[in-house]
Structures are given as structure tokens and as C-alpha cells.
């Protein structure tokens, strides 16, 4: 059974760093775009970063451009988000996502191509 299972959030301080993980089990990552997606109370949900199954291209909103990362490690079956200097409005529950279907990293994240989704974790960035 194809599985996805963050970790990794938590509680940080304004200007902090958080790195999410994402494990897939069941299947092989390497096979899928993966995308982080965040969700805040109130707010529609937004595809914060994806990465191709092919040649590791990127994707990153606006909003998150230059202070995330994201990165897949094939041998370890894993996803991560690597978030610095992180702002109160980062503050949302994290999904991890996987598309195996033909699509580009920036329609994944934009149209929220998803075929299967983790259970998220949450991230509040509060002083």
C-alpha cells in the first residue's frame, strides 16, 4: 500500500529552520514528483515546493523562494523540505504529496496534481 509520512515539524521562533521529511513506503519515490503542499485555518491550500522524478527540477512559490529547499534522497526513499528563516506566515500543517503521472513540477505544485497524500505535519511559527 503506497504510503507518505511527514515528520519533522514543530514549534520555531521567527527567523528559525525546520527540515521536513517525507518516507514513502510501499513504493519508490524516485518513480514520482514530489511536492510539499502547506494548508493554514482559513486559507486555501497552497503548493509550496515540488521536485521531477526525472531530472530533479524544481519548483518553489513565490513566497517560499529562497528560504526553502527541497531534496530527495533515492536511497533512503525520502523527500525533504529544508525551511530557513522562517515567518509567522509559514505557520500551516504540511502535506507531503506524490504524482506518478507525466507533469511538470510547476503544474503539480500550481494545480495541485496529486495522486497520493501524507498525513501532514504541523509547523507554527510563532515568538
Known amino acids: 500500500q503506497l504510503q507518505l509520512v511527514e515528520s519533522g515539524g514543530g514549534l520555531v521562533q521567527p527567523g528559525g529552520s525546520l527540515r521536513l521529511s517525507c518516507a514513502a513506503s510501499g513504493f519508490t519515490l524516485n518513480y514520482y514528483t514530489i511536492g510539499w503542499f502547506r494548508q493554514a485555518p482559513g486559507k486555501e491550500r497552497e503548493g509550496v515546493s515540488c521536485i521531477s522524478s526525472s531530472d530533479g527540477s524544481t519548483y518553489y512559490a513565490d513566497s517560499v523562494k529562497g528560504r526553502f529547499t527541497i531534496s530527495r534522497d533515492n536511497a533512503k526513499n525520502t523527500v525533504y523540505l529544508q525551511m530557513n528563516s522562517l515567518k509567522p506566515e509559514d505557520t500551516a500543517r504540511y502535506y507531503c504529496?506524490?504524482?506518478?503521472?507525466?507533469?511538470?513540477?510547476?503544474?503539480?505544485?500550481?494545480?495541485?496534481?496529486?495522486?497520493?497524500w501524507g498525513q501532514g505535519t504541523q509547523v507554527t511559527v510563532s515568538s
Open positions: 504529496a506524490a504524482f506518478g503521472g507525466i507533469a511538470t513540477v510547476q503544474a503539480m505544485c500550481v494545480m495541485s496534481l496529486v495522486g497520493s
